[in-house]
């Protein structure tokens, strides 16, 4: 049995933590906040909540096994829910499109009544990912990635000169249908310029599985993986800040707390690196991908505008409106989030696109890019993608350091439930059981 430090109390940290204790091993986990969840949480006032991250999840598999591999199945503890329409994408020139998910045959028939023809471009576009998803998959995703093992040909596509924005101009040449592709990096605080073309297999995940969600908010997660935390006796210090990983000869050996150092064969980074001393020297070629502006909502009132769990309103500023929060009876909780020129407030800009909501805003909590940042500790949105090279910069799941293993948005080529969750699958392959 190893004694394990994992630093953070987000989502990389609980699914670490769990998976670790499944094994055998003695977990602490070392949280500086007073709550578990970092980004997976809720935010409440005056009877309106809201998420304060994502909503919705691809790859349900990845939480699956998550529960399997720590203990009782998900099942037995809460429900993952199919979300029928992934997003909707409000356009500037007044035309719409509902992209529904688990299914090639509804998504060609959205785009079908946008433009004849539009339906075979974005299906042949989306078809042409399943050779980068099943070797990234298998080769990059689900298991440790050893450069000295791979083929040529494999580590040529992972490490691929190819840009998102280079294969979108090759492949789609309507406009709508760019944005379609490229919203979900967009909308992560990424140049498409900058992220490797195999990035886009995120549009083929989502037809070929769909997108789900958490009755109630997606905080039900890391409430159920704190059950879980607890049911295996993870020994969970809250309130204590982490100065930095103490190293010895070479190897970490202990974790250095406001509170003294707690003593570790192995730690477990599920924070950004670059806020540990120790880490830092090691991701200074990195930068964190900003979060959006933030605005949550709570609407009250008759006439409320409907709009699905996720509408997307391209242009300049680019707007997303989730509408899945709770209410008291009678209302309803939005969240917007805004990237680009956002020259005015956001509701205000969002009236600007055929929406306003202005007459019903009872609650309002606005939440900037540097508020987020010091509210989680870092950005939840992960590296920011730089190039190619960014693979080679970013640590996960291994460090230089011997001992030391880094999971979470910061360890991964993507933000999201599953990116992570895979981060954290990645790390308890490395340490291995008790």
Request: aromatic share 6%; with cysteine; net charge negative.
């Amino acid at each position: 049995m190893a004694r394990i430090a994992v630093i953070g109390g987000g989502f990389g940290g609980l699914a670490s933590a769990a998976r670790l204790a499944k094994l055998g091993h003695d977990i602490t986990l070392l949280e500086r906040g007073k709550h578990l969840g970092g980004a997976v949480s809720t935010i409440e006032s005056e009877g309106f909540t809201w998420d304060a991250g994502p909503t919705s999840t691809l790859l349900p598999a990845v939480i699956r096994d998550l529960f399997r591999k720590s203990g009782r199945p998900l099942e037995k503890e809460l429900d993952l829910v199919p979300q029928d329409v992934v997003r909707e994408h409000w356009f500037e020139d007044g035309t719409t499109v509902a992209l529904r998910g688990g299914s090639r045959g509804v998504q060609y028939d959205a785009f079908e009544e946008l433009a004849p023809g539009l339906g075979d471009a974005w299906c042949e576009h989306v078809s042409s990912y399943a050779d980068d998803w099943e070797l990234l998959r298998r080769e990059y995703l689900e298991r440790p990635w050893r450069p000295e093992l791979a083929d040529k040909a494999t580590a040529a596509r992972i490490f691929t000169r190819e840009t998102l924005a280079r294969r979108l101009r090759r492949t789609l040449r309507e406009e709508r249908l760019r944005l379609v592709a490229a919203h979900p990096f967009v909308a992560d605080g990424h140049d498409i310029r900058n992220v490797p073309a195999w990035m886009g297999m995120q549009a083929y995940v989502e037809q070929n599985f769909g997108a789900w969600t958490v009755p109630g908010g997606m905080a039900g997660l890391s409430t159920a993986l704190a059950d879980r935390l607890e049911t295996r006796k993870v020994d969970v210090q809250l309130d204590t800040g982490v100065r930095d990983i103490v190293v010895r000869d070479g190897r970490a050996v202990a974790v250095a707390t406001d509170a003294g150092e707690v003593d570790a064969d192995f730690v477990v980074c599920a924070i950004d690196p670059r806020t540990l001393p120790v880490l830092k020297q090691h991701v200074m070629r990195t930068m964190p991908a900003m979060p959006p502006v933030v605005v949550h909502l709570g609407l009250t009132g008759d006439d409320i505008p409907e709009l699905g769990p996720e509408t997307v309103f391209h242009g300049d500023p680019t707007l997303v409106v989730r509408t899945g929060g709770t209410a008291p009876e009678g209302g309803q909780a939005w969240t917007i989030q805004g990237r680009g020129k956002l020259a005015e407030d956001v509701v205000l800009a969002l009236s600007r696109k055929g929406v306003n909501v202005r007459p019903h805003v009872e609650v309002r909590i606005d939440r900037s890019p540097l508020v987020q940042v010091e509210q989680n500790g870092s950005s939840p949105f992960g590296v920011l993608w730089q190039g190619r090279d960014t693979l080679r910069h970013r640590l996960g799941p291994t460090t230089p350091i011997p001992g030391v293993y880094a999971a979470g948005a910061h360890a991964t080529p993507g933000s999201g439930l599953p990116y992570v969750g895979l981060s954290a699958s990645l790390v308890a392959q490395e340490i291995g059981p008790a």
